[in-house]
């Protein structure tokens, strides 16, 4: 499966954004997928996962109640929409594809096979 994202961009802290993760390739919509974040020099962090089907969604501490991830599977398309966005939100994003076929929505970075090239969010106080 490749994975595009996109929507990232300049917004100032309580803005909005929202990013899109399009799928393509061999049956897109039989897996779960996740959206991690890198800051400069530091590691690639998990932000919110969901489920094949869209019932199932888990976030990070960090991103509860600001942050929503939703998929179309129509589309083939997963998305973050990201609220009061704070500065330290900051980071280039990533979608990814959970290559397990069974288990609820996870931010375990090692079951993630698949990732796209990022889309890099600035949030300026």
């Known amino acids: 499966v490749q994975l595009q994202a996109s929507g990232g961009g300049s917004v100032q802290a309580g803005g909005s954004l929202r990013l899109s993760c399009a799928a393509s390739?061999?049956?897109?919509?039989?897996?779960?997928m996740g959206w991690f974040r890198q800051a400069p020099g530091k590691d690639r962090e998990f932000v919110a996962a969901?489920?094949?089907?869209?019932?199932?969604?888990y976030y990070a501490d960090s991103v509860k109640d600001r942050f929503t991830i939703s998929r179309d599977n129509a589309k083939n398309t997963v998305y973050l929409q990201m609220n009061s966005l704070k500065p330290e939100d900051t980071a280039v994003y990533y979608c990814?594809?959970?290559?397990?076929?069974?288990?609820?929505?996870?931010?375990?970075?090692?079951?993630?096979?698949?990732w796209g090239q990022g889309t890099l969010v600035t949030v300026s106080s």
């Open positions: 990814a594809a959970d290559r397990r076929l069974l288990g609820r929505p996870t931010g375990d970075i090692r079951v993630y096979d698949y």
């Open positions: 390739g061999r049956t897109p919509n039989n897996y779960a």
């Open positions: 969901i489920s094949r089907s869209g019932s199932s969604t």
